[in-house]
């Protein structure tokens, strides 16, 4: 589409400190004697490691991973300077690169700036009302194939369920696939992937998550551009032919290796974080049957004034299965924590920051400060009234980040959960075992650590 960015242009040629001694000033805990051990504990918990780090450093402090030395910015106002970047000093690519390089490099939040305008602006094509209307007819169909196939009369595993499902989907919306073998390896790759992006050994040695997520890159890879020439010039109603046949604003196609990128990226961007709020709100909804009953008379309401399958114009009537799911990305977000690194220097919290820091705010915290969310474990929909929303700081509230990175997919997301919710509240309950407390592991994408037993009778 355009020439590649020199990152000369972009970044200062010394990003280097990263070392102890340019955060001592910043409170926080002392060099660990294993950086990699330090990680694997942080990832274990990094609630819990959250809340012991704000408790004994406050909303500001120094931090230690695998890949060095950095600061997390707790808050709301935090999350603003950072995530809306008015003064351009934070780049998404340079935190988000040494996670996600390896196999999902040039996404486009591994773009920065005037680049990534650019390419936000030409996929954005895929996400305009027409293509979202069809998208969500093929939604329609997918969930209700699925959903009838799930046992009525014995217990599931939810989690393992829906994340079928979604793949099911995604080959239709994305790729414009019906579900078969091919789809049945894309998954196998893709799930490689999005698991090698977490890793902890960072190079692809052998018999590595990262090797096979390497290995999964590469197969992707081949597919995509086997295809391309199949779909350039042509109509569909799926992603990857639209990024085909998008154009920049100079008339410019997209190369075939940046569609690649983007189809790659695209599709980990929106993967587990559906399945991921999906099921957290199944959990929610079968913790508190109150709301769920709520919900389901608004299903049966707009079933009574639309018919079965939920249509495009409809979807803005399902506003308590929407508050619903805000909620539920509140208390699990599936983005618990977003990385940047500054490439000028910046003063936060009475702290002088170094160009090169790495910096981390964090949704998870943010969605549970008892100032911004009052009895913040509880759920409760109501928190996201028009009224209620008005009142509070508008970074409050950040699972689809902000700013010119804000995720290019949430109207696509809210469509695949209401969707979901009103074809499966339409016809089964959600009833989960007696005095059941979900467990979920945090990173990098939010899952319950028992699949989330449930049983899913018909009303
Ligand atoms: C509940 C589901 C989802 C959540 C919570 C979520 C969350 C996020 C967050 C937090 C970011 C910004 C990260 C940052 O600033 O560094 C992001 C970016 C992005 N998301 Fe989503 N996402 C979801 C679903 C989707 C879906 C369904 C798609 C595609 C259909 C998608 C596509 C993207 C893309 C392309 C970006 C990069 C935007 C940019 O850098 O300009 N996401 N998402």
Redesign the pocket.
């Known amino acids: 589409m355009n020439a590649p960015v020199d990152p000369a242009t972009l970044y200062p040629a010394d990003l280097s400190p990263r070392r102890f001694e340019d955060f001592a000033h910043v409170p926080g805990p002392l060099p660990a004697r294993s950086r990699t051990l330090r990680t694997i504990r942080f990832l274990a918990d990094p609630r819990k490691a959250i809340n012991q780090l704000a408790e004994a450093y406050g909303p500001v402090f120094r931090r230690q991973d695998t890949f060095g030395w950095g600061v997390t910015l707790l808050g709301p106002e935090a999350n603003e300077l950072v ?1 809306f970047n008015k003064d351009r000093i934070f780049s ?1 690519k340079l ?2 690169d040494p996670v996600l390089e390896l196999v999902f490099p040039n ?3 591994m ?1 920065d700036f005037d680049h ?1 305008r650019m390419h ?1 602006k030409t ?1 954005s094509v895929a ?1 305009k009302p027409a293509p979202m209307k069809a998208y969500l007819a093929g939604l329609n169909d997918g969930i209700a194939r699925n959903i009838a196939r799930w046992p009525a009369d014995a217990p599931m595993k939810f989690y393992p369920a829906i994340k079928q499902l979604t793949l099911d989907l995604a080959a239709g919306s ?1 790729l414009g696939l019906p579900w078969g073998p091919e789809a049945e390896r894309i998954n196998r790759a893709f799930t490689d992937m999005v698991l090698a992006s977490v890793a902890i050994v960072r190079k692809p040695l052998p018999f590595t998550q990262m090797r096979r997520g390497v290995k999964g890159r590469a197969y992707l890879s081949r597919y995509f551009a086997a295809e391309i020439p199949n779909r350039r010039g042509r109509e569909g109603d799926d ?1 990857f032919t639209q990024f085909c046949n998008a154009t920049d604003e100079n008339g410019n196609l997209l190369t075939d290796q940046e569609i690649i990128d ?1 189809m790659n ?2 599709m980990m ?3 587990d ?2 399945t ?2 999906i099921t957290s709100l199944v959990y929610y909804l079968g913790k508190n049957p109150e709301w769920q009953a709520k919900l389901t008379e608004e299903v049966d309401g707009v079933r009574a004034r639309h018919g079965d399958s939920l249509p495009f114009d409809a979807l803005g009537e399902l506003e308590l299965v929407e508050m619903a ?1 805000k909620e539920a ?1 509140r208390l699990i ?3 618990p924590m ?3 690194r500054a490439i000028k220097d910046f003063e936060f919290g009475g702290y002088r920051i170094p160009a090169g820091a790495g910096v981390g705010v964090n ?1 998870m915290y943010t969605h549970m400060m008892p100032e911004h969310w009052p009895d913040p474990e509880r759920f409760d929909p109501l928190r996201f009234t028009t009224q209620m929303s008005a009142n509070r700081h508008k970074y409050a509230w ?13 109207h ?2 809210y469509m ?2 209401k969707a979901f919710f009103f074809r499966l509240l339409s016809e089964r309950r959600i009833v989960l075992p007696d005095n059941y407390e979900g467990d979920f592991r945090m990173v990098p994408i939010p899952r319950p650590k028992d699949g989330l037993p449930v049983s899913l009778p018909r009303r």
């Open positions: 995530l998404s935190g988000w996404g486009l939040m773009m990534h936000r996929l996400f994305f992603f983007h990226f695209l961007a929106a993967h974080t559906l991921s709020s799911f990305l977000p599936p983005v977003i990385p940047r949704p950040v699972p689809f980040g902000g700013g010119a990175h804000m995720c290019l997919g949430l696509f997301a695949q959960a």
